[in-house]
């Protein structure tokens, strides 16, 4: 597995603070370097390394660029009403893990724009696995350090940064102490499932990644932080694409003349989709025995690039991926239409999916901490705002495309993935539109959030990146290079 993931990060570790902060060696953190100059963090090995035979991955690097000089907040976010003395636990240290990814980093943004404490967590391993496979996001992207940098000169305020892996279960105790979050949002996994199914070792490591990491949140709650909110990441995929309409999280069902309500039941359909299915388990065990509270956001696709805080300045800009194995399908279509290739819609087209605006993840996580659940509680919503089959997608981008001049062709491609291509799709997504959403409708973002940003980085288009380089069936133990 060392072909995944080897890699460290040069840091030293100051002491002059009365937080344990831990600030990085140059300016230019090298990501990728292979040393560590710290004489603390030995039994750490800062290293992210997996030792497939004792499954022990130690890695890290502790880090934070920027000492903490916001005061918290005293006013709480207005989105989402609180109802009662029950969800009292009001937010102010957001500790978001996974933040500087896709998800993440809009989300870092919008709560610290909304005077949120904002923390992020994150290994960098999205962007190790773009060079190990030879991938990039369209839009380039600033290092997380300057990143954070240029959100504080734009804005004053300041986000914390700890450099390290959660699965290693040191590292993330020391953010827990240092940090002292009050509600933490959980992105950090490995989420593409084209990834999980390239060869045996990407599927252990997903699992690994995703099933660990999420466990040693629950203790790292459990241990430092008992009343702290969790907000984790899931997916629609959990539930699959089943004949009868789908829930949020639980379904009341009638048995033999016995009636209970019950978790819906779940059909993963790839190692990552099925990592997530553990997590909730995972979740819905330690909310029953130790009271923690959680919420599972089940989250559709994400399209989009845009969020008011990541438009601000280029050095904000958010990834976006088309590439066969982290692009999602709507990005995809748009980077496609923009460069003449035509659009591949994977067999028959009637893949049916829940979508949403990345400007309605942000808001969705946020209404999910201004509310949070009650102690002991472990609660599902289902996070997407409108369902579209692939075929409709593609109608749409075709429809768009050609407003702006585009002549946009639609191909069939042999589908790699193992799925119902023709289904019934119903899935119900009412909780985050009580607790106050207001979505943005694909019709809204398609071209000012999309088209128009797949056309002016068409140039930064690797064409080779386009068709599907994974298939669901020929996954076998043999370690894969995708790209050519
Ligand atoms: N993007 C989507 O369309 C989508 C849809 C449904 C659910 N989700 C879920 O939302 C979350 C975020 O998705 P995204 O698209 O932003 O993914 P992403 O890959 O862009 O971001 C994930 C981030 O987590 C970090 N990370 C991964 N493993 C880690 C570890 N062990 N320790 C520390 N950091 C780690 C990565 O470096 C990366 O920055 C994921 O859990 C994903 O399953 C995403």
Partial sequence: MAHILSTSCCLKISSSSKKSYFKPSNESLTLFSASLTSKTCKSLMPRLVWHEKRLARKCVVRATTLPTSQEAPTTQ?????????????????????????????ATALHLSKKGYEVAIVDNLVRRLFDHQLGLDSLTPISSIHNRIRCWKSLTGQTIELFIGD???????????????????????????????????????????NNVIGTLNVLFAIKEFREDCHL???????????????????????????????????????????????????????????????????????VYGLRTDETAMHEELYN???????????????????????????????????????????????ELAIANPANPGEFRVFNQFTEQFSVNELAALVTKAGQKLGL??????????????????????????????????????????????????????????????????????????????
């Avoid at 539930?239 to 009638?254: K, L, Q």
């Fill in 319 to 365: 990834r976006f991926d088309y590439d066969g194995v982290f692009g999602t399908a709507l990005n995809r279509f748009c980077v496609q239409a923009a460069v003449g290739h035509p659009l591949t819609v994977y067999g028959k087209g009637g893949q049916t999916r829940g979508y949403l605006d990345i400007r309605d993840t942000v808001q969705c996580v």
């Fill in 231 to 301: 907000v984790k990441l899931g997916t629609m995929g959990e539930y699959g694409t089943p004949n009868i309409d789908i829930e949020e999280g639980f379904i009341t069902i009638t048995h033999n003349g016995r009636t209970d309500t019950l978790p819906y039941p779940k059909q993963a359909s790839s190692f990552y989709h099925l990592s997530k299915v553990h997590d909730s388990h995972n979740i819905a065990f330690t909310c029953k025995a130790w009271g923690i509270r959680a919420t599972d956001l089940n989250q559709g696709v």
């Fill in 77 to 105: 976010s207005t989105s989402g009403s609180l109802d009662g003395s029950s969800r009292s636990s009001k937010a102010k240290r957001a500790m978001i893990i996974g933040g500087d990814g896709y998800c993440g980093w």
């Fill in 407 to 484: 002549d946009v062709q639609t191909i069939s491609v042999p589908n790699p993935r193992v799925e119902a291509e023709e289904h019934y799709y119903n899935a119900k997504h009412t909780k985050l539109v009580e607790l106050g959403l207001k979505p943005y409708l694909l019709s809204d973002s398609l071209i000012d959030s999309l088209l128009n940003f797949a056309i002016k980085y068409k140039d930064r288009v690797d064409t080779k990146q386009i068709m599907p380089s994974v298939s669901w069936r020929k996954i076998g133990v043999k370690p894969r290079t995708i790209t050519a």
């Fill in 166 to 208: 959660i699965c290693d279960f040191e590292f993330l105790a020391e953010t827990f102490k240092s940090f002292e979050p009050d509600a933490v949002v959980h992105f950090g996994e490995q989420r593409s499932a084209p990834y999980s199914m390239i060869d045996r070792s990407r599927a252990v490591f997903t699992q690994h």
